[in-house]
C-alpha cells in the first residue's frame, strides 16, 4: 500500500512533467530534450526562493511563472526560425539547451547537491488504515490532480484553449483563417515549460537537487506522451499512472525487469499504435534534412564522385600516417579515438545526411559491438579476427532488428522508436550484471593478438594501436565511399530528397532504408570493437541514447551533405573540446552555445561550405 | 473598383515553378472563376493571395492596398476569407466551436454573419453543432468550412473547389449557399467543374500549366467549345 502511493506520488511529478512535453509536441511538433533541464531549474529556483525568501509556497508560485517566461523566451529567439526547416534541427537545438542550461546552474547554484527544506506544513506524515503517508505525498497528488483539472478546464472549456487545439490539428489552415500562429506557439511553449517548471517544484519535496538527475524523468516523460498519446491529457494521465506504478514496483518486485518492461511498452506501442491510447499522430513535415542546398546538391555529388575527392581522401589518410612523427604521444591517443568516433559518426550519417534518417538507436549497435569484443577477449579466445567477427555478427544482429522494426515509421516515430530501442538495450546492458558488469561496466580487456597465418602481432603500444585503428577505418571508409557513390547511394539520396517519388519510381524504398540501416550498423558496430580493446574498458554510458546524440553534432559540424563531413567534424569537436575544457570549467556553456550556433546559422557545416566554396571558385 | 488585383505574381513550391505570370482583376460585387484542370495551378493562385505561399515576383492589391508578402493571419484579418480544399475541418472540435473560435479574429462581430445567422440558413449544422468534425460527411465538412470562414465576414472569399468529391444533392446545398453568400461578399471561386461554375459566375478566368490561357463572361467561356476541349476536357 505504501508502494502504491509512492508509485501515484511518483506518476502525479510525471504527469505535470509530460503533460507540458506534451503540449510542445503536440502543438510545436517539437521533441524537446530540454524538457527535463527546464524541469530541474524550476527545482533550482524552488530552492532560491526557499532559501532567500524563507518560503516554499513562494516558490511555488514564482518557479513555474519563471521557467515558463524563459521557454516563451527561448521559443520566440531559439525554435521559430527552425520550424520551416527538417524536425532534426530543433531537436539538436534543445540538446544544445541542455548544455547551456545546465551550465547557467551550475554559475548561479554551483555544483554541489541542493536540498529544498519541506515547509512545516507539509512535513510529517499520518496514519491511514494502518499505513504511514507522507503529507509531501499527499500534497504532489493533490497538484497534479488540480493540473489536470485545470488543463481539462482550459482545454475545452476556454476559447483560449480551443484555439490552440485547432492550431495543432491544422497549422496552416488556422494561420489563413487569421490566427496569429507564432504568437499562440511562444504561448503554448511558456505553457508546457511552466508545467515542467511546475513539475520541478513538486521533485524539490522529493529529490536531491543536481543537475543530470532529470535525465530519468525527462526519458519516462517520452514514454508517457506516446504511450498515452500526442494531444491527449486523459492519455498523459493514464499512461503517467501506469509508468509511476510500474517504474516504483517493478523496482520492488522485479528490480531487474522494471526498466526494460516500461521499454518494451513503448516499443509495442511505437510499433503497433503509433498513436498511443488517446493520441493522434504528429504532423509529418515532409522536409529534406539537407537544407538551403537547392542545385548545389546535385552539383555536390557529382564533385564527391570525382577524382578530386580521392585525391583528398588520400592525402587525408597520408597525413594520419605520418602525423604520430610530429604529434605528442598524448595527441597520438587522441587522434586514434578521433578516428574510432569519425567511423562511428561517418556511419551514422550514411542513415541520416545520405538516407534522411535521424536515429537514436546507433549507441546501441556500438554498445553490441564492443561488448561483443570484450566479452570474447576476456572468457573466450585473444585472437582478434575470433573476437572480432563474432563482435560483427552480433552488431549486424542488432542492427537487422531494430532497423526491422523501425523502417515502417518514419520522420519523428523513427527517431523516436529508434530511441526507445536505445534505451530497452540500454536498460538490459545496465541490469545484467552478471554479463556486463552492470553500471561499472567491464574493464581489463586484454589487448587483441592479430593472427597472420604464423606470424603473431600484439597490440600493445599506443602507437600500435593508432596504425592498427587507421587501418580499419581507412578500409571501412573506402567501402562505404565505393557503395555511397554506387547506383545504389544514388537511389538512398533520392529517398533522402523525396521518399514518396522515389516509390512511384518502382524503388522499394523500405528495402533500401533497410539495407541502409543495416551498413550504417555494420560499421557502427566495427567503430564499437574498435574502441572497446583500445580504451581498455567498456561501461553501461557508452550504450547509453545520450551517445546517439554525440554523432548527430559531429556530422552537422562537419557537414551532413559530405562523406568525410562528420569525420571532419569528429576532429572538430574533439580539439574544440580539449581547448575549451583547459580554458573554462564552463565548457558544456561554450560547447552547447556552438551547437546552437550551428544549428540556427550554419547547417552545412564546416566541408558543405568548404565545397559550396570551392564549386563558386571553379565556376567563376 | 476592384476588389482584388493579382498582377503578374510567380510562385513556387521549393523549387518547383508552379505559376507563371498569372494577373487577374475580381470586381466588387462579382463572382469570379477560376477554371482549371487538376494541378492547373488554381489552389496556388489562392494560396498566393492569401499568403500561405506567397509569391517571389508579382504584386496582389486588395482595396487598393498591398498585401504581397504580409503574413497570412494579417491578411486574413483584413478582409479575405479563404476556404481551403480537401475541407480540412477543425476534426477535434465540435461544430460550434468551429465556428465559435472565429469570434477571436473579428471580435467586434461586425458584419452580418454570426452563428446564429449560420445555424438559420442552415438547419442542418444546428442540428450537428455539438459533433465533432470528425465525425460528419464530407459534405457537412465542406458546409463547416465554409461557415467558418464566414464567420470572419470576409468582404472577398476565396473558395477552393468546394464541390470536389461530393454527391449532386450535397453540391445543389453549397450553391445555394453561395448563392446567399455572394448577395454581400465578392467571391473568387476556383473549380474545375465548369458546368458547376457558369450559372454562378460574372467573369472567369482558365488557367491551365500556370498561366492564365483564356478570359471572359460565362457565355463567352461557354461559347468557346474550342477551349473546353483543350483546358477543361469538357
Same mark, same amino acid.
Given at each position: 500500500?505504501?508502494?502504491?502511493?509512492? $508509485?501515484?506520488?511518483?506518476?502525479?511529478?510525471?504527469?505535470?512533467? +509530460?503533460? $507540458?512535453?506534451?503540449?510542445?509536441?503536440?502543438?510545436?511538433?517539437?521533441?524537446?530534450?530540454?524538457?527535463?533541464?527546464?524541469?530541474?531549474?524550476?527545482?533550482?529556483?524552488?530552492?532560491?526562493?526557499?532559501?532567500?525568501?524563507?518560503?516554499?509556497?513562494?516558490?511555488?508560485?514564482?518557479?513555474?511563472?519563471?521557467?515558463?517566461?524563459?521557454?516563451?523566451?527561448?521559443?520566440?529567439?531559439?525554435?521559430?526560425?527552425?520550424?520551416?526547416?527538417?524536425? &532534426?534541427?530543433?531537436?539538436?537545438?534543445?540538446?544544445?539547451?541542455?548544455?547551456?542550461?545546465?551550465?547557467?546552474?551550475?554559475?548561479?547554484?554551483?555544483?554541489?547537491?541542493?536540498?529544498?527544506?519541506?515547509?512545516?506544513?507539509?512535513?510529517?506524515?499520518?496514519?491511514?488504515?494502518?499505513?504511514?503517508?507522507?503529507?509531501?505525498?499527499?500534497?504532489?497528488?493533490?497538484?497534479?490532480?488540480?493540473?489536470?483539472?485545470?488543463?481539462?478546464?482550459?482545454?475545452?472549456?476556454?476559447?483560449?484553449?480551443?484555439?490552440?487545439?485547432?492550431?495543432?490539428?491544422?497549422?496552416?489552415?488556422?494561420?489563413?483563417?487569421?490566427?496569429?500562429?507564432?504568437?499562440?506557439?511562444?504561448?503554448?511553449?511558456?505553457? $508546457?515549460?511552466?508545467?515542467?517548471?511546475?513539475?520541478?517544484?513538486?521533485? @524539490?519535496?522529493?529529490?536531491?537537487?543536481?543537475?543530470?538527475?532529470?535525465?530519468?524523468?525527462?526519458?519516462?516523460?517520452?514514454?508517457?506522451?506516446?504511450?498515452?498519446?500526442?494531444?491527449?491529457?486523459?492519455?498523459?494521465?493514464?499512461?503517467?499512472?501506469?509508468?509511476?506504478?510500474?517504474?516504483?514496483?517493478?523496482?520492488?518486485?522485479?528490480?531487474?525487469?522494471?526498466?526494460?518492461?516500461?521499454?518494451?511498452?513503448?516499443?509495442?506501442?511505437?510499433?503497433?499504435?503509433?498513436?498511443?491510447?488517446?493520441?493522434?499522430?504528429?504532423?509529418?513535415?515532409?522536409?529534406?534534412?539537407?537544407?538551403?542546398?537547392?542545385?548545389?546538391?546535385?552539383?555536390?555529388?557529382?564533385?564527391?564522385?570525382?577524382?578530386?575527392?580521392?585525391?583528398?581522401?588520400?592525402?587525408?589518410?597520408?597525413?594520419?600516417?605520418?602525423?604520430?612523427?610530429?604529434?605528442?604521444?598524448?595527441?597520438?591517443?587522441?587522434?586514434?579515438?578521433?578516428?574510432?568516433?569519425?567511423?562511428?559518426?561517418?556511419?551514422?550519417?550514411?542513415?541520416?545526411?545520405?538516407?534522411?534518417?535521424?536515429?537514436?538507436?546507433?549507441?546501441?549497435?556500438?554498445?553490441?559491438?564492443?561488448?561483443?569484443?570484450?566479452?570474447?577477449?576476456?572468457?573466450?579466445?585473444?585472437?582478434?579476427?575470433?573476437?572480432?567477427?563474432?563482435?560483427?555478427?552480433?552488431?549486424?544482429?542488432?542492427?537487422?532488428?531494430?532497423?526491422?522494426? @523501425?523502417?515502417?515509421?518514419?520522420?519523428?516515430?523513427?527517431?523516436?522508436?529508434?530511441?526507445?530501442?536505445?534505451?530497452?538495450?540500454? +536498460?538490459?546492458?545496465?541490469?545484467?550484471?552478471?554479463?556486463?558488469?552492470?553500471?561499472?561496466?567491464?574493464?581489463?580487456?586484454?589487448?587483441?593478438?592479430?593472427?597472420?597465418?604464423?606470424?603473431?602481432?600484439?597490440?600493445?603500444?599506443?602507437?600500435?594501436?593508432?596504425?592498427?585503428?587507421?587501418?580499419?577505418?581507412?578500409?571501412?571508409?573506402?567501402?562505404?565511399?565505393?557503395?555511397?557513390?554506387?547506383?545504389?547511394?544514388?537511389?538512398?539520396?533520392?529517398?533522402?530528397?523525396?521518399?514518396?517519388?522515389?516509390?512511384?519510381?518502382?524503388?522499394? &524504398?523500405?528495402?533500401?532504408?533497410?539495407?541502409?540501416?543495416?551498413?550504417?550498423?555494420?560499421?557502427?558496430?566495427?567503430?564499437?570493437?574498435?574502441?572497446?580493446?583500445?580504451?581498455?574498458?567498456?561501461?553501461?554510458?557508452?550504450?547509453?541514447?545520450?551517445?546517439?546524440?554525440?554523432?548527430?553534432?559531429?556530422?552537422?559540424?562537419?557537414?551532413?551533405?559530405?562523406?568525410?563531413?562528420?569525420?571532419?567534424?569528429?576532429?572538430?569537436?574533439?580539439?574544440?573540446?580539449?581547448?575549451?575544457?583547459?580554458?573554462?570549467?564552463?565548457?558544456?556553456?561554450?560547447?552547447?552555445?556552438?551547437?546552437?550556433?550551428?544549428?540556427?546559422?550554419?547547417?552545412?557545416?564546416?566541408?558543405?561550405?568548404?565545397?559550396?566554396?570551392?564549386? +563558386?571558385?571553379? +565556376?567563376? | 473598383?476592384?476588389?482584388?488585383?493579382?498582377?503578374?505574381?510567380?510562385?513556387?513550391?521549393?523549387?518547383?515553378?508552379?505559376?507563371?505570370?498569372?494577373?487577374?482583376?475580381?470586381?466588387?460585387?462579382?463572382?469570379?472563376?477560376?477554371?482549371?484542370?487538376?494541378?492547373?495551378?488554381?489552389?496556388?493562385?489562392?494560396?498566393?493571395?492569401?499568403?500561405?505561399?506567397?509569391?517571389?515576383?508579382?504584386?496582389?492589391?486588395?482595396?487598393?492596398?498591398?498585401?504581397?508578402?504580409?503574413?497570412?493571419?494579417?491578411?486574413?484579418?483584413?478582409?479575405?476569407?479563404?476556404?481551403?480544399?480537401?475541407?480540412?475541418?477543425?476534426?477535434?472540435?465540435?461544430?460550434?466551436?468551429?465556428?465559435?473560435?472565429?469570434?477571436?479574429?473579428?471580435?467586434?462581430?461586425?458584419?452580418?454573419?454570426?452563428?446564429?445567422?449560420?445555424?438559420?440558413?442552415?438547419?442542418?449544422?444546428?442540428?450537428?453543432?455539438?459533433?465533432?468534425?470528425?465525425?460528419?460527411?464530407?459534405?457537412?465538412?465542406?458546409?463547416?468550412?465554409?461557415?467558418?470562414?464566414?464567420?470572419?465576414?470576409?468582404?472577398?472569399?476565396?473558395?477552393?473547389?468546394?464541390?470536389?468529391?461530393?454527391?449532386?444533392?450535397?453540391?445543389?446545398?453549397?450553391?445555394?449557399?453561395?448563392?446567399?453568400?455572394?448577395?454581400?461578399?465578392?467571391?473568387?471561386?476556383?473549380?474545375?467543374?465548369?458546368?458547376?461554375?457558369?450559372?454562378?459566375?460574372?467573369?472567369?478566368?482558365?488557367?491551365?500549366?500556370?498561366?492564365?490561357?483564356?478570359?471572359?463572361?460565362?457565355?463567352?467561356?461557354?461559347?468557346?467549345?474550342?477551349?473546353?476541349?483543350?483546358?477543361?476536357?469538357?
Amino acid at each position: 500500500m505504501a508502494y502504491v502511493i509512492n $508509485g501515484l506520488t511518483f506518476a502525479m511529478m510525471l504527469f505535470v512533467l +509530460s503533460a $507540458g512535453l506534451n503540449i510542445i509536441l503536440g502543438f510545436l511538433g517539437v521533441l524537446n530534450f530540454a524538457h527535463g533541464a527546464l524541469f530541474i531549474l524550476g527545482a533550482y529556483v524552488t530552492y532560491a526562493v526557499t532559501q532567500t525568501l524563507g518560503d516554499f509556497w513562494l516558490g511555488l508560485l514564482i518557479a513555474p511563472l519563471v521557467v515558463g517566461l524563459f521557454g516563451m523566451l527561448i521559443e520566440f529567439v531559439f525554435l521559430r526560425p527552425l520550424y520551416k526547416r527538417h524536425h &532534426v534541427y530543433t531537436i539538436l537545438l534543445t540538446f544544445g539547451l541542455i548544455l547551456v542550461i545546465y551550465d547557467i546552474i551550475k554559475i548561479i547554484w554551483g555544483s554541489d547537491v541542493k536540498t529544498v527544506v519541506t515547509p512545516p506544513l507539509l512535513s510529517g506524515s499520518f496514519t491511514l488504515f494502518g499505513e504511514i503517508i507522507p503529507v509531501a505525498s499527499v500534497f504532489i497528488i493533490l497538484v497534479g490532480v488540480l493540473t489536470a483539472g485545470g488543463l481539462w478546464f482550459i482545454f475545452k472549456k476556454t476559447t483560449f484553449g480551443k484555439i490552440l487545439t485547432a492550431i495543432s490539428l491544422d497549422r496552416e489552415i488556422a494561420n489563413a483563417l487569421g490566427f496569429n500562429v507564432a504568437r499562440r506557439g511562444t504561448l503554448a511553449f511558456g505553457l $508546457g515549460a511552466l508545467l515542467a517548471g511546475l513539475a520541478g517544484v513538486l521533485g @524539490s519535496l522529493k529529490l536531491s537537487i543536481a543537475a543530470g538527475v532529470d535525465a530519468e524523468f525527462l526519458i519516462y516523460s517520452f514514454a508517457i506522451v506516446v504511450i498515452g498519446g500526442v494531444g491527449s491529457f486523459r492519455g498523459t494521465l493514464l499512461a503517467s499512472l501506469i509508468v509511476g506504478e510500474m517504474s516504483v514496483l517493478g523496482g520492488v518486485f522485479l528490480p531487474e525487469l522494471s526498466m526494460s518492461l516500461i521499454f518494451v511498452l513503448l516499443v509495442v506501442f511505437l510499433t503497433l499504435y503509433p498513436r498511443g491510447m488517446f493520441g493522434r499522430e504528429i504532423e509529418q513535415m515532409h522536409v529534406p534534412v539537407v537544407p538551403y542546398l537547392g542545385n548545389v546538391a546535385t552539383a555536390f555529388q557529382r564533385l564527391s564522385a570525382t577524382q578530386l575527392s580521392l585525391l583528398s581522401s588520400l592525402l587525408v589518410v597520408a597525413l594520419l600516417v605520418v602525423a604520430p612523427l610530429a604529434l605528442p604521444k598524448y595527441w597520438t591517443y587522441l587522434l586514434a579515438e578521433i578516428m574510432v568516433f569519425a567511423l562511428f559518426a561517418i556511419s551514422f550519417n550514411v542513415l541520416f545526411g545520405f538516407t534522411g534518417m535521424l536515429s537514436f538507436g546507433q549507441a546501441s549497435i556500438f554498445g553490441a559491438g564492443a561488448y561483443t569484443i570484450s566479452l570474447m577477449l576476456i572468457h573466450v579466445t585473444g585472437n582478434w579476427w575470433l573476437a572480432f567477427a563474432a563482435s560483427l555478427v552480433i552488431s549486424t544482429g542488432v542492427a537487422v532488428i531494430i532497423g526491422l522494426m @523501425s523502417i515502417h515509421r518514419s520522420e519523428i516515430y523513427f527517431g523516436m522508436l529508434t530511441m526507445a530501442f536505445a534505451m530497452l538495450f540500454y +536498460s538490459i546492458i545496465y541490469k545484467w550484471n552478471s554479463l556486463t558488469g552492470g553500471a561499472d561496466g567491464l574493464s581489463g580487456i586484454p589487448s587483441p593478438v592479430l593472427k597472420f597465418g604464423f606470424t603473431e602481432v600484439e597490440i600493445l603500444t599506443p602507437l600500435a594501436n593508432y596504425y592498427f585503428i587507421l587501418v580499419v577505418v581507412a578500409i571501412c571508409y573506402f567501402i562505404l565511399r565505393t557503395i555511397m557513390n554506387s547506383p545504389f547511394g544514388q537511389v538512398l539520396l533520392a529517398i533522402r530528397e523525396n521518399p514518396t517519388r522515389t516509390e512511384f519510381l518502382g524503388l522499394p &524504398v523500405k528495402k533500401y532504408k533497410f539495407i541502409a540501416f543495416v551498413i550504417a550498423g555494420v560499421f557502427t558496430g566495427v567503430a564499437g570493437a574498435l574502441f572497446a580493446p583500445f580504451a581498455g574498458t567498456i561501461d553501461a554510458l557508452a550504450s547509453h541514447w545520450s551517445k546517439s546524440g554525440e554523432p548527430i553534432f559531429m556530422s552537422l559540424i562537419g557537414g551532413i551533405s559530405t562523406l568525410i563531413g562528420p569525420g571532419v567534424g569528429t576532429l572538430f569537436y574533439y580539439v574544440l573540446h580539449s581547448y575549451i575544457v583547459s580554458i573554462t570549467e564552463y565548457w558544456q556553456l561554450v560547447m552547447g552555445s556552438i551547437l546552437i550556433t550551428v544549428v540556427m546559422l550554419f547547417p552545412m557545416g564546416i566541408t558543405g561550405y568548404a565545397k559550396k566554396f570551392i564549386l +563558386s571558385f571553379k +565556376s567563376s | 473598383m476592384n476588389e482584388l488585383e493579382v498582377r503578374d505574381i510567380n510562385s513556387y513550391y521549393g523549387k518547383s515553378h508552379i505559376l507563371f505570370g498569372v494577373s487577374l482583376d475580381v470586381a466588387q460585387g462579382q463572382v469570379v472563376g477560376l477554371i482549371g484542370r487538376n494541378g492547373a495551378g488554381k489552389s496556388t493562385t489562392l494560396k498566393s493571395i492569401i499568403g500561405l505561399v506567397p509569391p517571389r515576383q508579382g504584386s496582389i492589391t486588395y482595396q487598393g492596398r498591398n498585401i504581397c508578402g504580409l503574413p497570412s493571419h494579417r491578411i486574413a484579418k483584413l478582409g479575405v476569407g479563404f476556404v481551403p480544399e480537401d475541407r480540412r475541418v477543425f476534426s477535434d472540435l465540435t461544430v460550434l466551436d468551429n465556428l465559435e473560435i472565429m469570434k477571436q479574429v473579428n471580435p467586434r462581430g461586425e458584419g452580418q454573419w454570426s452563428v446564429e445567422r449560420i445555424f438559420d440558413l442552415f438547419p442542418k449544422l444546428a442540428q450537428l453543432k455539438d459533433n465533432r468534425g470528425m465525425d460528419l460527411s464530407g459534405g457537412e465538412q465542406q458546409m463547416v468550412t465554409i461557415a467558418r470562414t464566414l464567420m470572419i465576414n470576409p468582404s472577398v472569399l476565396l473558395l477552393d473547389e468546394p464541390t470536389e468529391g461530393l454527391a449532386p444533392l450535397i453540391v445543389r446545398e453549397i450553391k445555394r449557399l453561395i448563392q446567399e453568400v455572394r448577395k454581400t461578399t465578392t467571391i473568387l471561386l476556383a473549380e474545375q467543374n465548369l458546368r458547376f461554375v457558369l450559372d454562378l459566375i460574372d467573369y472567369g478566368y482558365v488557367i491551365d500549366q500556370g498561366k492564365v490561357v483564356l478570359q471572359g463572361t460565362a457565355a463567352e467561356l461557354d461559347a468557346d467549345e474550342h477551349a473546353k476541349q483543350k483546358y477543361l476536357g469538357v
